[in-house]
């Protein structure tokens, strides 16, 4: 089945720095991939919608020029959280739709754990 | 707006009883509904879908759901759980065009021995 990988699955970083994401799609191609966020105990939180070859668009209440979101081929889309601050830790999540799958079936990456210091 | 709703946060269950957890939906079309599971500190796996055709589906794991459209519903059960089911439940609902789907606050399922 369809397989999406996210790296790195944990990471720390000292305040001020910037921290990079990858979502790979590792058996298909992703036109289009998701970003989340995810609090403890809380559900997932759609953060922006990433499409090859085109800017990302985001939800509202997400700063574009904080979370840089880039989809430059088919399997893969970067986040990257600018001047990481320490309310920006939190578990990052993203998907993948399978190509032009008219299905909105999504497979999940196993997420990245962000904590800034 | 599309909205979902799981009214339970937390709920325990002993090993081997049957168990069901709620989904109630707010979407203005046929809805693309979900169940996914998530286990401490991972992604979420799909565990099952309904787009349309039979209203009662059938998953992984033992895990069944019933679309009951007239309580806008998506309940998720299970016969006889297993100490291995314990594990956050996302209920889901998207649409066929749209890109993206929207989460239930989730429910903790615990499960005692």
């Known amino acids: 089945g369809a397989v999406v990988s996210q790296h790195p699955s944990r990471v720390i970083c000292k305040s001020g720095t910037s921290v990079k994401i990858e979502c790979r799609s590792l058996?298909?191609?992703?036109?289009?991939m998701f970003w989340y966020r995810q609090f403890p105990k809380q559900s997932l939180m759609l953060m922006a919608t990433?499409?090859?070859?085109?800017?990302?668009?985001?939800e509202q209440g997400v700063e574009k020029d904080k979370f840089l979101i880039n989809h430059a081929s088919l399997t893969l889309s970067t986040l990257t959280v600018t001047s990481a601050h320490p309310e920006d830790s939190s578990f990052y999540i993203c998907?993948?739709?399978?190509?032009?799958?008219?299905?909105?079936?999504?497979?999940f990456g196993a997420g990245s754990r962000l904590t800034v210091l | 707006a599309q909205s979902v709703t799981q009214p339970d946060i937390h709920i325990t269950v002993s090993e081997g009883a049957s168990l069901e957890l709620r989904c109630n939906y707010s979407?203005?079309?046929?809805?693309?509904l979900f169940w996914y599971v998530q286990s401490p500190g991972q992604g979420l796996q799909l565990l099952l879908k309904?787009?349309?055709?039979?209203?009662l589906v059938q998953g992984i794991k033992g895990f069944e759901a019933e679309f009951k459209r007239s309580q806008s519903s998506f309940n998720l059960r299970k016969p006889s759980v297993h100490w291995s089911d314990a594990a956050e439940y996302f209920c889901?609902?998207?649409?066929?065009?749209?890109?993206?789907?929207?989460f239930g606050a989730g429910t903790r399922l615990t499960v005692k021995p």
């Open positions: 998907s993948a739709r399978e190509g032009n799958s008219g299905a909105n079936v999504l497979t």
């Open positions: 058996d298909f191609q992703a036109t289009t």
């Open positions: 990433s499409n090859e070859g085109s800017k990302a668009t985001y």
């Open positions: 979407y203005g079309a046929t809805p693309y």
């Open positions: 309904y787009f349309s055709g039979d209203t």
């Open positions: 889901a609902v998207g649409a066929r065009n749209n890109n993206d789907m929207r």
